[in-house]
């Protein structure tokens, strides 16, 4: 079979679970061939040897079980950067991209101080740190297995000024002060018919109580304590929580309060300011 082929047979077959099918071929490929996507053109007519054909194979039957792609090739794109990626935490989405452009669109100081909650892969702070390298960077996150995880992201990206830290939100980070929180928690609900499709990932970095508002209210709540007087905090949400979270960010003394809607024009991530 040449590669034509088998990119040709794995789309068809990956049609019925992915919106994407060719592209998650073409990212098969790639990954097990340890080449790029322009080589699956200009190479098409090229006949796999029996070893990739078996191990394409078996790439693909994971692919057709619903095991999602980043985990299958072990990395995955967010913002300008490449990340490491394992079942321990979530995979990074786009979505989550607007976090980033809003912080960086903010007027902090050049030798910010900035905190990323629940860093999982560490795709937020690691986006920021690699792209404002005057800025002092925490990531921090409760579960080792991502801690150790965001530091080999840190490593791999010469992130230096970037420091992971193992943390159940503010526990290991008493007496410290930012000029910029942000945070991806959970906020599904635990009886959320989109929980089935997210099978393979941690429930405990997607689900939380009080109908998926508890994190973020923890969040909202004890975050003016770490900020200083012009201090930031801008949070991921869902696409129905919105008024929910600016009440939390006014309660807790917020000013500036607003929301940003995300590419799919559902609103999704809030913010507010300790100053007016």
Known sequence: ????????????QLQDISLLAADDARLLACHQLNVSSSYLYSHGDEKL??????????????????????????????????????????????????????????????????LDLGTGTGAIALALACNQPSWQVTAADKVAAAVELARRNAKRL??????????????????????????????????????VALHFEPVS?????????????AIC???????????????????????????LLIAAGFKQVQSRKDYGNNWRISGGCLSG
């Open 49 to 114: 040897s029996d070893v990739n054909l078996q191990a394409l194979n078996q790439l693909l039957s994971r692919a057709l079980q619903d095991e999602p792609i980043a985990y299958i090739i072990g990395n995955w794109p967010f913002w300008n950067i490449e990340l490491e990626v394992a079942p321990c935490t979530l995979i990074p989405r786009p979505d989550t991209e607007l976090l980033v452009e809003q912080v960086l669109s903010l007027a902090l100081p050049a030798t910010a101080r900035v």
């Open 205 to 217: 970095a997607l689900v939380a109580a009080g109908q998926g508002l508890a994190d973020l209210a």
């Open 158 to 195: 010469a992130a230096n000024n970037c420091t992971v830290l193992q943390s159940d939100w503010f526990d290991a980070l008493q007496g410290q002060q930012f000029e910029l929180i942000v945070s991806n928690p959970p906020y599904i609900e635990p009886d959320d018919p989109h929980l």
């Open 1 to 12: 079979m040449t590669l034509a082929q088998w990119l040709q047979q794995a789309t068809r």
């Open 221 to 247: 709540q004890q975050a003016p304590a770490y900020l200083t007087e012009q201090g930031w905090l801008w949070l991921e949400h869902g696409y129905n929580q919105a008024q929910a979270v600016q009440q």
